[in-house]
Every structure is written in C-alpha cells, then in structure tokens.
C-alpha cells in the first residue's frame, strides 16, 4: 500500500534530491516559500511570481541578486530532503531553468556543485551563460563526486562569481538533481528503498492513497491529469500529509514502477469525498467520474479511442498497462450517508465501459447496503498486537458469497488498546517490535486459511523518512542515507517469499491461543511450508504428523525472532533479521517455536 505519507515518495522512493524544487504551492515573498533553500555567501533570496513564469504549472520562481561587493561564490544551496547522499563513482543529473530579469552583455558562468555542509567541495562543473537575456534557458548537468560524503549533510549549489555578477538578478525555476534510478528510469525511484521493496516480491502496488487520495479539500484532492507528462506541466499539490507533493511521483511513474517489479496497480479514483467532511452533492458527480473514466482510460484505454489512451501512447507506452481492480476513493466508512449515492453513481457509469475491472468499495462490509452490490472490498484495521493474535479467525466466519476481501490496510501500532491511534506516551509504536510483527504474523496465517476470499493484503503505511514522519510505525524506514527495514517487512517478506499455491487443511489453531500457524503446499516443488507465528514470550514445542505417502527427513527453517520489544531501528538497524538452518523432519516431527518468532518450514512431503 503507497501514499506520499511521511515523505514517502517525495523525499523518498521518488528518487529526486531536491526538496521544493519548482516552489510549487509555496506562497511568494515568504521565508516559508524558501523550504529547503539558503543563501550562498550572501546572495539575496526571495520566490516571486515571475512575471515570466517558466510555465503556467510553475508561476513561482526563486530570484536570486547578487549584492555589490560579494566576492567568490555567490548564490543559492539546496540541503535536500533533510540530507543529500553523496557517493563517489555515482553520476548525478542536475538541471534548473534560469533568465535573467534584465537583459544584459553579461559574460558569466554558474558553477554548479554538491558540498559538504562545511563547504567543502565534493563535485563542481561549470556551466557558460551563453547570453543575459530575459527568456528562459535551461541548464543540464552530469556531477561525478571525487569521494564520498562522510555523512548526508551536504547542499547542492548554483552559484556565480561575486565580483563578475555584482548586480546582476537571475530567477531559477524547476531545478533537479538525481541520482542513478532503480533501472535507470528517467524520473524514477531511489535505488536502495526500490530494491528493499522489490525484494519483498509484491504482487500489487496500492495507489495513490489512503488519505493522499483524498485532498483536505475538493480542490486539493489528487487528479491523475495534473501527473503526468513534463514536470513543467505538474503544478503539485497541497498532500494531506503536511507538506507539498511535487507530483513528480505521478500515475505514469507508479505504473512503469509496477511494470518493474511485476505487479499489478490496485488503483484509486477519487470518490467525491474530501477530507474536510465535503461531499459532492448527488447528482453532481458527472465532472468527476468523467475524470475518473479517463483516469482509466490513460491506464488501459485504446489509444485510437480515448484521448488519455493516446496521451499514455504520447508519453511512451502505447500499450495498456494491467488494471484489474479500482478502488472507488478511501475509507468511506467515514461517510457512509453519502457513500451509497457515490458509490452508486460513479459504479452504475463506469461499469459499462470497463466491464472488466472490478470495483473495491471502501465502506464497512454490507454497510450501508451499496448498489450495485459490490463484490469487493477493502478492509483497514490497526489494532494492538493481543488483537491480531486474537483475531486471525477473523475472516473464516465470512459468508462465502462471491464477495472477496483486501485487507488493504493493517499493522499493530500501539500498545494500549484503548488508545490505538495516541502518542508514544500512550503506548504508540515507533517501530514494529517482535510483539507486533508476530502479532501481524499470526493474523496472517488466517489471511492465508481465508484466501479463497481474502485476494490481497498489505501492511500500512509502507515507508517513512526518519527526519519527517507523520505515522509510526511502518514498514521500511529510511533517512537521506540508509534504509532500515523492520521486523514486520521480514514478516511480509517471509510470507510473500513462501506464499505456496495450494492451501492445505491442517489441525486448527486455538483463536484465542497463542501460537498459530498455516500450511501451504508449492506444487512445482512438491514442498509444503509450515508458518508458525509463537506470539508469547515462552517457547512453544509443536508436533507435525503429516499424513504423506513421502516426507523428507529434513527440511529448512527460517527463523524471525527476538525479545517481545526487540526493533531495527537506525542504531540497531539489523537486530532482528530472518536465521536459516536446517531441521530435522518425517512423518512425524516435532519443532520448538521461539519465543516471539515466525518460523517457516519448508519440506518436501507427497
Ligand atoms: O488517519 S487515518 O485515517 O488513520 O489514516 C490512515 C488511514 C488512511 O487510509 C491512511 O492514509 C492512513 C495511514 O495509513
């Protein structure tokens, strides 16, 4: 599951290193509008609305003087999204618009370079300004560090010479640098948390939200259309996060970010409800769901008959895209009243014209009654790690109707069951612990029992950057310079790694016991993989009678566990990580779960 929550994408998988690079929905002639931005050896600073904007989508620029009587470097740095890791042996892409306000015989050049935040030089190229004039012209550039920074507190710089520029007033807009992207993607992901992530082999790739779907108003909600194509054209956006959404992570980039890791989009359209409590009054959906059907229509239309079809052609991938469920808006059960005539509204229109996706609805299971009956749904809890022990029979009382579930949103993050959602005073998690991540485990043997009905399942949130976070805790942590993956992403990735093919009947578990486990058979292998979640602090001895005609006699274990508030977290960024050994097995075998431990036992029984 993915939203721009605690900079996930923007300052996060999102590769750009930047941050408030095009000043987008920055108020001009403020320090605010400056985020991230600081003046070099006395450079005066300020974000105007440029009388020649650089694009409709971009109106604010940075205008930089330089002062008489500055000498050497003179101008601006960028400190990065809380840090910029530099690395020798990396080429990195800098770029950024620039005129001059007042023509000129001006002969200059920028000098353009990474320092460390005391100012010593790691990469400097200079850039001649072919003329002084008052249109814009573009800077391209290739960085290549002589060494590595010893930290990430380092600054991108464009500067002139003081003594050569005195007086001169420059405005800048849109400026970029990148690092090498996860499969060299124009525009694309940070290579350390893409590869974590990748490794976990997900199936589906939730976007763009949870509450970043939604905006905090109409106006702010996100709109596929202001995403895609040339960054000049993406205005961003105010995120219900906190801060603002470049959009530079726009559906085109989640879509070819699919596309490389093989998974499939479950992807949102907005609904008609923001999060101020605004709803679109019935009957005045029309605008929106013909936003949403383009929306569609971008991913997997037929580009001789849709003209956002043709635009995704444009844009480099004339083929469509897999697009097999759509999520109509995020967690409506806020606002069921109006649910049931947006639900209604925008299914009974968009049905008809893509027959073959299926609708997720967002409102508590049959209720309200929605019509068309929908036939999926997502289902959010956060809870306690007691309550996911206690609940992984959760699903096997559901009818068997037709109705699937995604249980789209769920982690324990607190431990104080009566405040689930309070501060870490109150008992909220900072990061998963063994208590939470086994907790997550044992519920998840029941997703696996269940999955005739239960099709897909995520963890939230998914990332988030130690230096700004608005939600703990998550799965995979990071700070400009290390990712820092959790007990519960070892959790997701032992059972996504082990998922099998074929669920197999086993001894149920006791619901309110404490140890639990599944069994899934790997056909191609002729293995079955026994996951034991021992959510306790004591040892659990287990014995396995398997009724085979072949049982190997040994098999492997692959073992997650720690003490009940054992967490990796920066300073102990690898303390709880999965150990595998081999194990004694037959026919009959028994096995000792550790304490607060997923075990994974693979065999090959026929
Ligand atoms: O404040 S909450 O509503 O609990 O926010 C939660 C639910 C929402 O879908 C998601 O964006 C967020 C954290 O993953």
């Known amino acids: 599951m993915f939203e721009d929550i605690s ?40 974000v105007v609305a440029d ?47 620039y005129r001059f306000t007042t023509a000129s015989a001006f002969k200059g050049s920028f000098t353009v370079g990474l320092q460390t935040a005391s100012g010593e030089s790691l990469a400097s190229t200079s850039v001649p300004i072919a003329a002084a004039t008052t249109a814009w012209a573009q800077v391209n550039v290739k960085l290549r560090p002589t060494r590595s920074a010893s930290s990430t507190a380092n600054n991108f710089t464009v500067t002139l010479d003081g003594a050569a520029a005195s007086g001169q007033t420059v405005n ?13 993607r124009p525009n694309g992901m940070r290579v350390d948390i893409a590869t974590t992530l990748a490794e976990m082999r997900p199936s589906f790739f939730r976007l763009p939200g949870g509450n970043n779907l939604e905006g905090q108003t109409i106006s ?28 530079g992570l726009g559906l085109m980039e989640y879509l070819d970010w699919c596309e490389d890791l093989g998974m499939q989009a479950i992807m949102a359209i907005w609904s008609g409800f923001s999060l101020d409590g605004e709803a679109i009054a019935d009957g005045d959906l029309g605008p929106y769901i013909q936003q949403a059907a383009d929306q569609i229509n971008f991913v997997i239309g037929d580009p001789a008959k849709s003209a956002p079809a043709a635009l995704r052609a444009s844009l480099g991938h004339p083929a469509a895209y897999p697009l097999k469920y759509v999520e109509v808006g995020n967690e409506d059960f806020f606002q069921p009243s109006t649910y049931t005539y947006r639900w209604h509204d925008i299914v009974t229109a968009l049905q008809p014209e893509f027959p073959n996706i299926h609708f997720i609805a967002t409102s508590d299971t049959f209720s309200p009654v929605l019509s068309p009956n929908p036939l999926q749904y997502d289902v959010h809890v956060y809870q306690t790690p007691t309550w996911f022990a206690q609940n992984s029979f959760f699903y096997d009382g559901f009818e068997r109707n037709a109705t699937t579930y995604f249980e789209g949103e769920y982690a324990a ?56 976070s608005q939600w703990t805790p998550n799965l995979v942590s990071f700070d400009a310079g290390t990712v820092y993956p959790s007990s519960s992403y070892y959790v997701q990735k032992l059972f996504s790694l082990n998922r099998g093919d074929a669920y197999i009947p086993s001894t149920l578990p006791t619901p309110l016991g404490t140890l639990f486990w599944s069994v899934v058979r790997k056909t191609s292998t002729k293995e079955i993989i026994i996951k034991i979640s021992n959510t306790v602090e004591t040892a659990a001895p287990v014995t396995f009678v398997l009724p085979f005609k072949t049982v190997a006699t040994t098999g492997t274990a692959q073992v997650l566990s720690g003490a009940q508030n054992a967490s990796n977290t920066p300073t102990t960024p690898s303390f709880v990580v999965p150990k595998n050994s081999t194990i004694r097995t037959g026919k009959t075998f028994s096995y000792q779960a550790p304490p607060f431990s997923l075990s994974v036992l693979t065999l090959v029984a026929h």
Request: no cysteine.
């Open 7 to 46: 900079h996930s994408g923007d300052g996060g998988l999102y590769a750009e290193m930047l941050q408030n690079r095009a000043f987008q929905q920055v108020t001009p002639n403020t320090a605010a509008a400056l985020n991230a931005w600081h003046s070099v050896n006395g450079a005066t600073l300020n």
């Open 51 to 97: 009388t020649i904007p650089v694009s409709s989508a971009l109106p604010n620029s940075l205008q930089v003087t330089v002062p008489a009587g500055t000498v050497g470097h003179v101008g601006v740095g960028n400190e990065g999204y809380f840090g910029i890791k530099v690395t020798a042996g990396s080429t990195y892409t800098a770029s950024f618009h």
């Open 172 to 184: 800048f807009a849109l400026f970029s640098l990148f690092p090498p992207t996860f499969k060299n």
């Open 220 to 247: 702010q909600r996100w709109q596929w259309n202001a995403t895609v194509g040339p960054l000049l054209n993406r205005p961003g956006r105010v995120g219900d996060w906190g801060y603002v959404n470049t959009d």
């Open 413 to 468: 993050i607190s431990l104080n069951s009566s405040d689930i959602f309070g501060t870490p005073a109150d008992g909220r998690l900072l990061f998963p612990t063994m208590q939470s991540s086994t907790g997550e485990a044992a519920f998840m043997t029941g997703l696996e029992r269940n999955s005739d009905i239960v099709f897909s399942a995520s963890y939230a949130p998914l990332l988030n950057h130690l230096a700004n």
